[in-house]
């Protein structure tokens, strides 16, 4: 059995984090399937999915890592081809990635206690994100 559902979500730019945990648990819920696995993907070249635990102290680490990783006010080539100021924003989105997969046991995903899933926006600009679910299992 396969379900499909896109979770919307607005973002405000700039290495934005948002936990979407509670929104993927909600999609398995609606799939019905009770062991499988779910997998989630952003359609966008400049945001990433992953986990991380989700309070304040790791965010903040998280973002200032992502700062030396590839800087804001770097020298992108991509910026001089397309004069957009996001080259920094593909670069991050590429380090972390665009999807992830999670398995689900007994209608829950296996995520660990303190780990949050989580959308991460580098654009240098607020955007409309789409994160797709597609749940696979019996």
């Not at 903040?60 to 910026?79: C, N, Q, T």
Request: aromatic share 8%.
């Amino acid at each position: 059995m396969i379900y499909s559902e896109y979770i919307n979500c607005e973002t405000k730019g700039y290495t934005d984090i948002l936990d979407i945990t509670d929104d993927i648990k909600r999609v398995v819920a609606r799939s019905g399937i009770t062991n499988g696995i779910a997998t989630l993907g952003v359609t966008s070249s400049t945001s990433a999915i992953t986990t991380l635990e989700f309070e304040p102290g790791l965010v903040e680490d998280f973002r200032k890592s992502l700062e030396v990783i590839a800087p804001v006010k770097g020298v992108y080539a991509h910026d001089e081809k397309w004069h957009d100021g996001n080259g920094f924003s593909h670069i991050r989105s590429s380090l972390i990635g665009t999807s992830k997969t999670i398995p689900i046991v007994s209608k829950s995903l296996m995520t660990g206690t303190w780990q949050q899933i989580i959308l991460v926006d580098f654009d240098n600009r607020p955007r409309s994100r789409k994160v797709f679910v597609q749940v696979f299992g019996e």
